[in-house]
């Protein structure tokens, strides 16, 4: 697990967004275990702290869940997996679109050029 951190953005959060995108792409899967807030805080190094407040803000937006003494998961709830997805993909459209706007490229334009960039990937 590698986590290229910005210094921008808050490290707990950086690291929530690296689960959300693990989890759209399906690198992690419903019910699958993830690491203990010690191992990912090692994997990470970052402190035991930001580890926990990531969890906890997972945990709190339902993407994990612990079961008693068990390890964290992966929730099964297709709702919030399909939410995740599609707040990715509308933070990456909103964040395209703020950057063209301003430079006034025309709709048909951009829709051509998606479609073209998309195609090579």
Do not use: C
Not at 20 to 46: C, D, F, V, Y
Not at 67 to 75: A, D, F, G, R, V
């Amino acid at each position: 697990m590698e986590v290229k951190f910005n210094n921008r953005d808050p490290v707990y959060i950086q690291v929530v967004r690296h689960f959300k995108e693990q989890i759209a792409t399906g690198k992690l899967e419903p019910g699958q275990e993830i690491p203990s807030r010690r191992e990912l805080a090692n994997k990470l190094k970052i402190n035991p702290n930001t580890a926990q407040r990531a969890y906890k803000e997972m945990g709190e937006a339902g993407l994990i869940y612990t079961e008693k003494n068990l390890p964290s998961k992966i929730t099964k709830d297709v709702k919030v997996l399909e939410a995740v997805r599609e707040e990715l993909i509308t933070e990456a459209v909103e964040d395209l679109v703020a950057s063209v706007r301003p430079i006034n490229v025309p709709l048909e334009e951009l829709i051509g050029l998606i479609r073209e960039k998309y195609g090579e990937s």
